[in-house]
Structure formats: structure tokens, C-alpha cells
T-cell receptor, first 112, second 112 residues
Framework: DADVTQTPRNRITKTGKRIMLECSQT?????MYWYRQDPGLGLRLIYY???????NKGEISDGYSVSRQAQAKFSLSLESAIPNQTALYFC???????????FGPGTRLLVL | SQELEQSPQSLIVQEGKNLTINCTSS?????LYWYKQKYGEGLIFLMM?????EEKSHEKITAKLDEKKQQSSLHITASQPSHAGIYLC????????????FGAGTQVVVTP
């Protein structure tokens, strides 16, 4: 079984809709991250959490919110989706600041 | 803005030939991570470098971090079809904690 899972894997939604992307991990890591990937721009950090009570904005947090329900679960919400939020979204986890981040398989989101 | 520059953006290499990808920063790289991504899929961790002059190898892939810790290279020897994909470098650009900046990626195509 995968250590970092994301649901859904693909989602099509309409402008203005609220949508939630979920991430679960079985690695026992405290740190979790949400990124989006756009062609030619690499990965950009949306939000990150170093433990259940710690939530921080990343480079591009506007239009997004997160919830850390437990050590193993970190959800990303788009309150009112817009077309330029169409992207590939990745969740990642890490154990310590110098340990590599482990990525989930990604969620492909299309906002019409 | 891209704090990490990857070059080239893409390359086509004949099977059996060598290739090199570079990742350059204007800031000190406190940790440098190489990942591989197959189109539309998650990131697979390849190697992590921390010390200036460090070099690591795994199978036919070698990664180096220069002495000044501002540039890393990824070299693939005798490329195979399985080496095709997008290679991304991620870096710790601060000495305090593990928020990674990513390069835009290098797409590698291996032809027969």
C-alpha cells in the first residue's frame, strides 16, 4: 500500500464550487505539505504543517485553506474554485527538516 | 519567481548516451534533493545532497553538489528508456527548516 495517498485522483468542477482534496499518510511523519504544479513553473508551496497544531501559509495560499485533522491527515480546500486553479496538486510528508519529502500520486483538478 | 534554475528545460537523448541536468541557485543550498516524475504522476525521490563537494550514485545516476553549494548536477550514464521523465531539483534555501523550493523541471526523452 502507498505511504501517501490522495483522494480524489481526478476531479472536474465548476467555477464557484467548493472542493476538498484529501491526503493521508502512514509514514508517521509530523510534517505535511500541499503543492501545486503548473507546466513550466515546477512545484509551488500552498500550505504546510509541522504538526497538528501548526499551520503555515506557503508561497501561493490565496484562495486555499487547509485543515490538519490528525497527524496522518491534511486536507486542502478551494473555497470558491476558479479556472486558474486548474493544476496538478501534490501532498507531501517529511519527518525532519533535513529528511526528504515523500510525495503522494497527485490530484489532477480541472476547473471549468 | 524561480529561485532555482534548471537547465536544460528539455532534452532528447539517444538510448545509450549520457546526459547531464543542472540545478543552479543564487543562494546557498543547505539541502538539495533530486526527484523524478513520470508524466502526470507523483515524484519519486532519487538522492539528497547536503555537503559541498558531495557526490552520490545509484545505479546509473550520479548527483553532485559543488563546493560552493550553489549548483548541483545530475548525470545519467548510458541512458535507457526507463530514464525518460521529468527531473526536478528541490532545495532548502535556508538553514532553519525544510521548506523546499523547486526548479521548473527538465523533461528527458530517450529515443531508440
Amino acid at each position: 500500500d502507498a505511504d501517501v495517498t490522495q483522494t480524489p485522483r481526478n476531479r472536474i468542477t465548476k467555477t464557484g464550487k467548493r472542493i476538498m482534496l484529501e491526503c493521508s499518510q502512514t509514514k508517521g511523519h509530523d510534517r505535511m505539505y500541499w503543492y501545486r504544479q503548473d507546466p513550466g513553473l515546477g512545484l509551488r508551496l500552498i500550505y504546510y504543517s509541522f504538526d497538528v497544531k501548526d499551520i503555515n501559509k506557503g508561497e501561493i495560499s490565496d484562495g486555499y485553506s487547509v485543515s490538519r485533522q490528525a497527524q496522518a491527515k491534511f486536507s486542502l480546500s478551494l473555497e470558491s474554485a476558479i479556472p486558474n486553479q486548474t493544476a496538478l496538486y501534490f501532498c507531501a510528508t517529511s519527518g525532519t527538516e533535513r529528511e526528504t519529502q515523500y510525495f503522494g500520486p497527485g490530484t489532477r483538478l480541472l476547473v471549468l | 519567481s524561480q529561485e532555482l534554475e534548471q537547465s536544460p528545460q528539455s532534452l532528447i537523448v539517444q538510448e545509450g548516451k549520457n546526459l547531464t541536468i543542472n540545478c543552479t541557485s543564487s543562494k546557498t543550498l543547505y539541502g538539495l534533493y533530486w526527484y523524478k516524475q513520470k508524466y502526470g504522476e507523483g515524484l519519486i525521490f532519487l538522492m539528497m545532497l547536503q555537503k559541498g563537494g558531495e557526490e552520490k550514485s545509484h545505479e546509473k545516476i550520479t548527483a553532485k553538489l559543488d563546493e560552493k553549494k550553489q549548483q548541483s548536477s545530475l548525470h545519467i550514464t548510458a541512458s535507457q528508456p526507463s530514464h525518460a521523465g521529468i527531473y526536478l531539483c528541490g532545495a532548502d534555501l535556508t538553514d532553519s527548516w525544510g521548506k523546499l523550493q523547486f526548479g521548473a523541471g527538465t523533461q528527458v526523452v530517450v529515443t531508440p
